[in-house]
Structure formats: C-alpha cells, structure tokens
C-alpha cells in the first residue's frame, strides 16, 4: 500500500526501533508511548483493520499474540501484566489503517478505558 505508513515502516522507507521481525510480522516502538512499554506489532500484509483479515488469514493474529507474549516476558513484564489492544475503526480510536496491535507495559492500567 503506497501511502501506508506502516507498510514504509516495513519496507524501511520510514525508521523506526524495531523489536522484532520474521517473515510475517514486524514490531517496533511505538512513537508516541502512552506507557514504559509500548510497542505496536503488525502483519507484513496490509490489511486496514481487523474486519479486513480473512478467514484463511486468521494464524497471524494468534502468531502476533504470541509474539506479543514473548516480547513482554522480554522486557520484563511478565509478573505485574500487560495490556494487549487491537482498536478497530472509529468508535475505538483507530488512526493508522494498517492493522496493529499494541503491547502495553510498565504502568498500571486503569479500566474502563477512556
Ligand atoms: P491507533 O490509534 O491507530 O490504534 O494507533 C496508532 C499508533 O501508531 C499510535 O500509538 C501512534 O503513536 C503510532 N504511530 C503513528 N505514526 C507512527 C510512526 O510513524 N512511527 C511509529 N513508530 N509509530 C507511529
Ligand atoms: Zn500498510
């Protein structure tokens, strides 16, 4: 997608602190961090929001959530917890339409989300 930032972010057209990357996914700090740890994990294939990846597609998202898991444990996240997001489209706040999770970390959290 040519005017994705997120798919330049893959393709190093934009730079970005990577954390993590294999054939199918890319995670890096996010640049506007809401906490210690905030990381933004997304799929190598562009796909605008959630409502967008097919049924065929469906591994990456468990992929994703598992990688998610180990980059916590790595920062050391593990025992007091982490917060997972996924916002889809308006009323969640999505602003960037490339599909991407958030790792959230080294804070607490409050609920219910604003
Ligand atoms: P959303 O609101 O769509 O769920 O989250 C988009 C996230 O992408 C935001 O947390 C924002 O700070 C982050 N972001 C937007 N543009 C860039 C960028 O160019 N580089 C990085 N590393 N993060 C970005
Ligand atoms: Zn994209």
């Avoid at 972010?9 to 996010?30: G, R, T």
């Avoid at 049924?55 to 790595?74: C, D, F, P, Q, T």
């Avoid at 025992?79 to 997001?85: A, D, K, L, P």
Wanted: aromatic share 8%; net charge neutral; glycine share 6%.
């Amino acid at each position: 997608m040519e005017d994705c930032i997120f798919c330049k972010i893959i393709n190093k057209q934009i730079p970005s602190k990577i954390v993590f990357e294999d054939d199918e996914m890319l995670a890096f700090e996010d640049i506007n961090p809401q906490a210690p740890v905030h990381i933004l994990i997304i799929p190598k294939e562009h796909y605008a929001s959630l409502n967008e990846i097919p049924e065929e597609k469906k591994a990456i998202l468990g992929n994703i959530v598992m990688r998610a898991r180990k980059i916590a444990a790595e920062k050391g996240l593990k025992e007091n917890g982490y917060r997972i997001v996924l916002n889809t489209l308006r009323d969640a706040g999505q602003d960037v339409f490339h599909i991407h999770f958030h790792l959230l970390g080294g804070r607490k959290m409050m609920w219910p989300p604003g």
